[in-house]
């Protein structure tokens, strides 16, 4: 039996304007943002500036000086379709969840934005901006359904993606209405800008596996990263 909830209608937000978002234009704007989320995420609890008092016996380097930053180009996209850049350590690292939750809207018959990656136990915000009643039915990549929430206007609803998994997203009353959501376990992941590049910072050095997803393609290499700047080119595929 499907299992259909319905949040509590709320105020229109008045920074969505109803209605748009068909343009490429706004559907790159998205992304970008949800791109831009995704890297400000990933720096988790490493900012350099947050740093407490130095320890009083220890007199060794910041923190930051040991720890890396990733700079990497990616095969380049465009206005849909991006690579995504995973780190996998050899070694335990303990990286915090980003503290920004990632919002999917409905606004003119589509998500927005189409497509959002996020580490297991993130929880992602459903929001609807518009009047056309939706359902957001969400699908593992066995096709399984993992919620199925109907929506109007106002409406909100949070759901933490535990497991790793390609998920689908679809509107049961709308079939041009889909959108889809990444769930990884690697502690350093992001979608890389139109062109390839991206930037991780805040990365603990040692060996990883990374993974470059661009379309149906999937490539590994194994990096050393060292503490500083570490330039990577992923551009062979
Ligand atoms: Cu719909």
Do not use: W
Not at 51 to 76: R, Y
């Amino acid at each position: 039996m499907r299992h259909v909830t319905v949040g509590e209608a709320g105020p229109v937000d008045p920074t969505v304007p109803a209605g748009r978002g068909r343009g490429p234009a706004r559907r790159v704007s998205q992304l970008v943002a949800a791109v831009a989320a995704l890297v400000v995420a990933s720096c988790g609890g490493d900012v350099p500036e947050a740093q407490p008092e130095p320890p009083a016996v220890e007199a060794s380097a910041p923190q930051d000086a040991s720890l890396a930053e990733v700079v990497g180009v990616a095969p380049g996209g465009d206005a849909t379709l991006r690579a995504i850049v995973l780190l996998d350590p050899h070694h335990e690292v303990d990286v915090p969840l980003p503290e920004e939750m990632p919002v999917m809207d409905q606004i003119g018959r589509q998500f927005v934005p189409k497509f959002i990656l996020v580490r297991a136990g993130q929880t992602i915000n459903f929001i609807s901006s518009e009047d056309d009643i939706h359902t957001v039915h969400v699908k593992n990549s066995a096709g399984e359904s993992l919620f199925n929430v109907a929506f109007i206007n106002g409406s909100s609803y949070t759901h933490t993606f535990e497991v790793g998994d390609a998920l689908t997203v679809i509107c049961d009353t709308h079939t041009e209405m889909f959108a889809d959501i990444m769930v990884v376990d690697s502690p350093y992941a992001t979608v890389a800008a139109r062109d390839g590049s991206f930037t991780l910072p805040g990365v603990v050095p040692g060996r990883y596996t990374v993974t470059v997803i661009f379309a149906a393609d999937r490539r590994e290499y194994e990096v050393e990263i060292v503490p500083g700047r570490n330039d990577l080119d992923f551009t062979e595929m």
